[in-house]
């Protein structure tokens, strides 16, 4: 079993590399289905989040996979050659743990990786490319990263993307509480963000959204009003502040929208947020006089700034992290002698089964069923100690002092007594 972890994330690519190799929740399960088919890889599960792409497999060679990635995307290799981390055997597990358990995040101790890993394993499992290693490495790293939450404060401190969203517009706009505040989309993170600006009280909250009836449900928690994104070019000129998190390939917001919108407010100053991956707004739009457009990566200092405070419960998740990185290995290597264990006792399953055979013919002729078990008991005993007592006689001098201790250790053996 050759565990390996691979992949890009916000410390190693910008956004604009990074959401070339994002994957759609919708296209992940024949992705899996194509990587394994594909490179010899035995097992596969996809993490894709708007900070990283990874890849976790049970593979020989992770080279191929890695070229897969690209080539999956319409990449060349070259292309993404300089961004890529690659993980073998215990770093991989390592990686996997820390992940887990947002030590890894842009927001160090950020929970929503442990849900968005859970929703990698349950697509590998919906597309049958999680097997006996992947299970068991997902199923432990699930157990560290509770363990770390229950033993460490690691995200009692956090500051998230929202929050980071929220402390960004308030050196734009002297009160959020006066500012009309737009969200598109209607996932996990612009929930999230609903929350943290609601909680300013603005004055306006709408939520837009492909589905009406989801953009209405969500915007009903915090009296807002929903639309579709047909609605868009309509609204965006009333709303002082945009967040955007959609699932979209392509961007939503392009630049001649926001020019119209912003020539209709008259150059008031509008301020945007694009936490998706994909973005959801054209990069061309940073450009235009009056607009304010930060990336998940523009984010990164905001979300940075209480890390110090959280140093100490960093510290003991890595010692929580290490110790259970050395148990999974002394199980994997466990995992690695079982087929010369299973051909060992085939071994002895053979000569048992041909010793038997004889004995039981020796019974059919009428020879006494006491010299038949003497019989059975040399036998077994001359083809079980056949093998250890060759090598022994046949084993060359250097060889020799090592082959005895074996031996002896093996038979709990003590010739000087």
């Keep these: 079993m050759q565990l390996h972890a691979f ?70 290799t070259q292309y993404i050659a300089p961004y890529v981390y690659s993980f073998p055997r ?30 990698a394993v349950n697509s590998a499992e919906q597309a049958g490319t999680l097997g006996f290693l ?28 929202a929050a980071a969203a929220v402390r960004l517009a308030e ?6 509480s006066d500012q009309n505040v737009l969200f598109i989309g209607a996932g996990e993170m612009i929930e999230l963000n609903a929350m943290h600006f609601s909680a300013h009280n603005p004055k306006k909250i709408t939520v837009a ?25 309509e609204h965006l000129a009333e709303n002082d502040i945009i967040v955007t998190s959609t699932a979209s390939q392509l961007p939503i917001l392009g630049k001649g929208m926001v020019e119209r919108a912003i020539k209709a407010r008259k150059h008031r100053p509008i301020f945007m947020v694009d936490l998706a991956v994909p973005r959801d707004i054209e990069p061309e739009v940073s450009e ?40 999974f290995m002394d199980w994997l290597e466990s995992r690695e002698i079982v087929p010369t264990i299973r051909a060992l006792r085939d071994h002895g399953e053979r000569h048992r089964r041909h010793e038997l055979d004889r004995a039981m013919r020796m019974l059919a002729k009428g020879v006494d069923p006491q010299q038949v078990l003497e019989a059975l008991s040399v036998g077994l005993t001359n083809k079980f100690l056949h093998v250890p007592s060759h090598a022994l006689n046949h084993a060359n001098a250097a060889e020799r002092d090592d082959l005895v201790d074996l031996v002896n250790r093996l038979y709990h053996l003590h010739p000087s007594e």
């Design 209 to 233: 959204n492909r589905t009406l009836e989801r953009a209405k449900q969500l915007a009903s928690r915090f009296n807002g009003q929903g639309i579709t994104l047909n609605e868009l070019p």
């Design 7 to 76: 992949g890009i994330n916000h410390q190693t690519a910008p956004v604009d590399v990074r959401e070339k190799v994002a994957f759609q929740p919708d296209s992940m399960e024949g992705a899996l289905r194509d990587l394994v088919d594909n490179c010899k890889v035995r097992e596969a599960a996809i993490i894709s989040t708007c900070n990283r792409t990874e890849i976790y497999c049970n593979a020989q060679d992770p080279a191929p996979a890695i070229d897969w990635l690209a080539g999956y995307h319409h990449l060349k």
């Design 171 to 176: 050196r734009i706009f002297p009160s959020i």
């Design 90 to 119: 215990g770093e991989a597990v390592k990686h996997a743990f820390r992940v887990a358990s947002g030590l890894d995040s842009m927001v160090i101790g950020e929970p929503q990786i442990l849900g968005q890993f859970k929703q």
């Design 134 to 161: 992947l299970h068991k490495l997902f199923q432990r790293t699930f157990s560290v990263a509770k363990e770390v939450r229950s033993q460490t404060s690691i995200g009692s401190s956090s500051v998230s993307m």
């Design 288 to 327: 235009l006089d009056d607009v304010f457009l930060y990336t998940v990566d523009d984010l990164a200092g905001v979300v940075r700034e209480g890390l110090n405070s959280r140093q100490s419960a960093v510290a003991q998740a890595e010692v929580i992290i290490d110790s259970n990185v050395a148990h």
